[in-house]
């Protein structure tokens, strides 16, 4: 290392991981990841130039949303390699450290606190699971009110009609929520622990479809043909709702720590 280097920070590990489990594996810079190791824990870095990889020039570049998300899916790339060698503890995206030794006194500090978050996440994986609305399936059940009838007045008759729309409306949407709400209490009793989530926008998922409902769970690898199951029942006994079930991911929502 250089003092133009800096000691980039993807994942917390186990010592079953060494430098050998990652020789094919490259960082956000293109260069070898490898396992510093302390207190019996194992810290997967990269070296980085500060000239690109520094608080400023990063600063400048998260501003750049293409090289942000090129960035993101080559840190994720390699947290999600180190998850298949062992349970691990990601870290957000850009913790840096001016070198190893560094990274060893974190390791050493804060070894209770990496220790019980691995031992969660051991023989565990992360799984998405998204729903989607039909409107016009989840107004069949819909009672409507009845048309204005009489000798109203046409203002009053638009009124009136418009009145009956926005209620059909809430009720859909009133029994979308319900459905989300069932929907997360029975998954939640398949996983260890789970997570609803704002739902996303259209123009991230790059779908026109309704989400109602945007869950993360924390699932046992044993029981994750159980769990994928219950996804396929539940979409199945729910007309208007269309379930997609993601993963394994790395265990960031459960495990994601600051560095």
Known sequence: MTADDGVWLYSITTDSV??????EVTGVAGEPVRAVASAGLVAVVGTVSLSEFGQEPLQRKLEDLDWLAATARAHDAVVAAVTR?????????ATLYLDDDRVRVLL????????????????????GVKGYGD???LSQDVKEEP?????AGKGTAYLLRRRAELSAQQDVERKAADHAGEIHAALLEQAV???????????????RAWMIFNGTY??????????????????????????????????????????
């Open 18 to 23: 060494d430098d050998a489990q990652l020789a």
């Open 85 to 93: 060698r062992g349970p691990t503890v990601p870290l957000r995206l």
């Open 108 to 127: 050493t500090e804060r070894r209770e606190e990496f220790g019980a978050t691995l031992r969660r996440v051991t023989g565990r994986s992360e799984w």
């Open 135 to 137: 409107a016009k399936i």
């Open 147 to 151: 048309s204005p009838t009489g000798a």
């Open 193 to 207: 622990d789970g997570l609803r989530r704002q739902v996303t926008d259209p123009v991230l998922t790059g779908k």
């Open 218 to 259: 924390l699932v046992d690898n044993d029981r994750i043909e159980g769990f994928a199951a219950l996804v396929t029942a539940l979409d199945t006994e729910r007309p208007g709702i269309t379930l997609e079930l993601t993963g394994p991911w790395p265990p960031y929502s459960f495990a994601g720590i600051d560095g």
